[in-house]
Structure formats: structure tokens, C-alpha cells
Nanobody, 114 residues
């Protein structure tokens, strides 16, 4: 069983930045593929960014060039740097870990509003 704890969400104005962190409770963190998802009110959960255990990344089209996913295997942590935030980025952001099984964090709220 892997526990994922997100942090770093909050309220930010349009154009601002936030960095989300997700700490994983496993000593095998380096072999997990990690991802960030988000779910806005009334919408389905969607993949935002993904990073493989080898460090390859991919992004949902609307966040390309604005968001960056990274990982620090020494700290068992994955990050999501979010720049140039827009109101449509408002959502609950979830950390996800995948190996044989899939694990989810509890989510962190990101609100982009003036």
C-alpha cells in the first residue's frame, strides 16, 4: 500500500504560479510512474501531466508550456510547477502512482481567481 500526500494548493490570481508537491510513502518510489490529474466541478477527472520512472514526460494540451512535472527520487516526491495560471485551471489536483496497482492522493484544491 502506498500513501500519497499532496500539498501546495491554494488561491492564486490569474497569471500567477503555484508548485504542488506529492510525497509518497514507499522506498520503491523510483520505479513508479507518477502523474497529476485534476477534476473541476461538474467535470470528469483528467490527466494533466505524467512522468515515467525514467523521467519521460507528457502533458495535456492545455497546460503544455505552462506546467512542468518533475520528480526527486531521493525525496520520494513528485512536483507540478504551474505557471501562467488561468481561471480554467481551477480544480482539485490529485497525485497518482502506478506500478502493478494504482494509488491516489486525497487531492489539493487549486483556485485561480481575481
Amino acid at each position: 500500500q502506498v500513501q500519497l500526500v499532496e500539498s501546495g494548493g491554494g488561491l492564486v490570481q490569474p497569471g500567477g504560479s503555484l508548485r504542488l508537491s506529492c510525497a509518497a510513502s514507499t522506498r520503491f518510489f523510483s520505479i513508479y510512474n507518477m502523474a497529476w490529474y485534476r477534476q473541476a466541478p461538474g467535470k470528469q477527472r483528467e490527466l494533466v501531466a505524467h512522468i515515467t520512472r525514467s523521467g519521460s514526460t507528457n502533458y495535456e494540451d492545455s497546460v503544455k508550456g505552462r506546467f512542468t512535472i518533475s520528480r526527486d527520487n531521493a525525496k520520494n516526491t513528485v512536483y507540478l510547477q504551474m505557471n501562467s495560471l488561468k481561471t480554467e485551471d481551477t480544480a482539485v489536483y490529485y497525485c497518482n502512482a502506478q506500478l502493478k496497482d494504482t494509488y491516489w492522493g486525497q487531492g489539493t484544491q487549486v483556485t485561480v481567481s481575481s
